[in-house]
Nanobody, 126 residues
Framework: QVQLVESGGGLVQAGDSLRLSCAAS????????MGWFRQAAGKEREFVAG????????YYGDSVKGRFTISRDNAKNTVLLQMDSLKPEDTANYYC???????????????????WGQGTQVTVSS
C-alpha cells in the first residue's frame, strides 16, 4: 500500500514559478517509478513528467519540456515538480502517481500507474 499526498498548488501569475511536492508513505515506495499528471477542467488527464527510482530515466511531456523539472528524494520519500515560466494553459489539478511495474515503458499512459494522490490545484492567471 502506498499513499500519496500532493501539496504546493496555488494561484500564481503567468511567468511565475511554483513547486509541487508529493509526500509518499508505504513500503517499497522508493522503488516505484513516479509520475506527475494534470487534468484541466473539461480535458483529458495529461502526462507531465516521470522519473525512475534511480533518477536515470526522466521524461517530460512536450508541453512542459524546458519549463518543468521533476526530481525525487528517495530518503525522504518525496517527489518534486518545479514549475517555471508558468502559463495560463498550465492551469489544472496536478496529480502524483506511482507505478509498481518492473519496467515502465508507457510512462505517459495513466494506466501504467497504480497509486494516485488526490491532486493539488494550480491556477495561473494571465
Amino acid at each position: 500500500q502506498v499513499q500519496l499526498v500532493e501539496s504546493g498548488g496555488g494561484l500564481v501569475q503567468a511567468g511565475d514559478s511554483l513547486r509541487l511536492s508529493c509526500a509518499a508513505s508505504g513500503r517499497t515506495f522508493s522503488s516505484y517509478f513516479m509520475g506527475w499528471f494534470r487534468q484541466a477542467a473539461g480535458k483529458e488527464r495529461e502526462f507531465v513528467a516521470g522519473i525512475s527510482w534511480s533518477r536515470l530515466r526522466i521524461y517530460y511531456g512536450d508541453s512542459v519540456k524546458g519549463r518543468f523539472t521533476i526530481s525525487r528524494d528517495n530518503a525522504k520519500n518525496t517527489v518534486l515538480l518545479q514549475m517555471d515560466s508558468l502559463k495560463p494553459e498550465d492551469t489544472a489539478n496536478y496529480y502524483c502517481a506511482a507505478s509498481t511495474s518492473n519496467l515502465v515503458i508507457r510512462w505517459e499512459d495513466q494506466r501504467e500507474y497504480d497509486y494516485w494522490g488526490q491532486g493539488t490545484q494550480v491556477t495561473v492567471s494571465s
